[in-house]
């Protein structure tokens, strides 16, 4: 098993389904973990059982808020991004798709 103890991590929709099962593989392997979610698909209660462990900070943010984005990489080791609209969302807005989609990571990689 990978050995991350003492590094900390970011996941990018860290609260959605396949984000939060990477923070708990992440938090099983001894990193620190910072969630950034903007909770409009994610649960918190995807988190419970990594948050009793006091190795996950919850910061909710969206990635298209580049100031808040940079603060939270603040002494990230490595990143995990999950962040996007589903499917559906995309296909009736595509216009905030590429806001969210494109241009959110790119934000993402330039934090980074």
């Known amino acids: 098993m990978l050995d991350l103890n003492g590094n900390h991590v970011l996941v990018t929709g860290g609260a959605g389904f396949i984000g939060s099962h990477i923070v708990d593989a992440l938090v099983a392997c001894g990193a620190d973990v910072v969630v950034y979610d903007n909770f409009t698909r994610g649960k918190i209660e995807n988190l419970e059982s990594a948050l009793s462990t006091g190795k996950v900070e919850v910061i909710e ?11 939270a990489m603040e002494s ?7 962040a996007a609209l589903w499917l559906l969302e995309c296909e009736q807005n595509p216009r905030l798709a590429i806001d969210v ?6 934000n993402v990689l330039e934090a980074a």
């Not at 990230?76 to 999950?82: A, G, T």
């Not at 989609?101 to 790119?106: A, L, S, V």
């Open 76 to 82: 990230v080791d490595y990143v995990f991004h999950e």
């Open 61 to 71: 943010g969206d990635i298209r808020d580049t100031a808040k984005l940079d603060k």
């Open 101 to 106: 989609n494109i241009i959110g990571t790119f």
